[in-house]
């Protein structure tokens, strides 16, 4: 029985392309999440500014709505990113069927549409 190389060598390429494209994925993912407790972290942020403020304008009488609206504003702007942001996890999360294509919840076992076997 004879081995050949190439096909030796072309198998291991496959490999070697199958767990780099995994690991850059398994990165991708681990970005999201990062960003995800950043953006969490910094709209927190935002909210104990909006009651210093608040109060401050409680306390003294002054009128900061323009303050307000700006920090409401960027606490708007950052909750659309965390949406943006879970919306791409849970997507890779999901399941998806081979038989009909459904999306399907990473804990299924089977699909919801058509429910073969996940």
């Given at each position: 029985?004879?081995?050949?190389?190439?096909?030796?060598?072309?198998?291991?390429?496959?490999?070697?392309?199958?767990?780099?494209?995994?690991?850059?994925?398994?990165?991708?993912?681990?970005?999201?999440?990062?960003?995800?407790?950043?953006?969490?972290?910094?709209?927190?942020?935002?909210?104990?500014?909006?009651?210093?403020?608040?109060?401050?304008?409680?306390?003294?009488?002054?009128?900061?709505?323009?303050?307000?609206?700006?920090?409401?504003?960027?606490?708007?702007a950052l909750s659309?990113?965390?949406?943006?942001?879970?919306?791409?996890?849970?997507?890779?999360?999901?399941?998806?069927?081979?038989?009909?294509?459904?999306?399907?919840?990473?804990?299924?076992?089977?699909?919801?549409k058509c429910g073969?076997?996940?």
């Open positions: 029985m004879a081995f050949n190389i190439d096909n030796i060598v072309n198998g291991a390429k496959d490999v070697f392309d199958k767990a780099a494209a995994k690991a850059g994925e398994a990165i991708d993912y681990s970005k999201v999440q990062i960003d995800r407790s950043q953006l969490r972290g910094k709209i927190k942020e935002k909210y104990v500014e909006l009651g210093k403020i608040c109060y401050d304008m409680h306390e003294c009488g002054d009128d900061r709505t323009g303050e307000m609206k700006k920090v409401i504003g960027e606490i708007k659309a990113k965390l949406e943006e942001a879970d919306i791409t996890v849970n997507a890779k999360k999901s399941k998806t069927c081979r038989f009909c294509g459904t999306a399907n919840d990473a804990v299924s076992t089977y699909c919801t073969e076997k996940l």
